[in-house]
């Protein structure tokens, strides 16, 4: 056999390698993450639920999904361990305060009025409105309106 032959073998197989690799990393991870878990942390669920840990067991946690409420889930189920500041900002609408007073207006039209209003200004003062009527059809409606003494759209019908 030639390496011509055995090189998408060899591809093949270092492809899986790295893949295996950065999978086992990311279990790994997730594993020592679950592990740090105290009762009182704040968590949430592969299913987005956000609650804080009672009890940990060696393969289940118990966590109070409400006051009062409590749940038995498996390890695994946790999805990440929240900080305590995190937790509250997102379970009880606790505000950080931020060092920046940056004003967010509500819709696009506050950041476009001032562009809006200097392009109107130039539009018109360059150059002046065009008169697009032709003057012999003007001329020629107020000739025929005096000569029956109608106007458009007036008839002798009562």
Known sequence: MSIVTLLPFIVLIGAMFLMTRSAKKKQQAAAQMRNEMQPGTGVRTI??????????????V???????VHA????????????DSEYNRI?????????????????????TEATEAEATETVEDAAPKADLTKKSDAAEAATEGQKDGKTDGETDAK
């Open 47 to 60: 299913g987005g639920m956000y609650a804080t840990v009672k009890e940990i067991g060696d393969e289940t």
């Open 62 to 68: 118990l966590l109070e999904v409400a006051p009062g």
């Open 72 to 83: 038995v889930y498996a390890k695994n189920s946790i999805g990440a361990v929240l900080e």
């Open 91 to 111: 379970v009880h609408g606790d505000d950080e305060e931020s060092d920046t007073d940056t004003v967010v207006p509500d819709d696009a039209s506050s950041l």
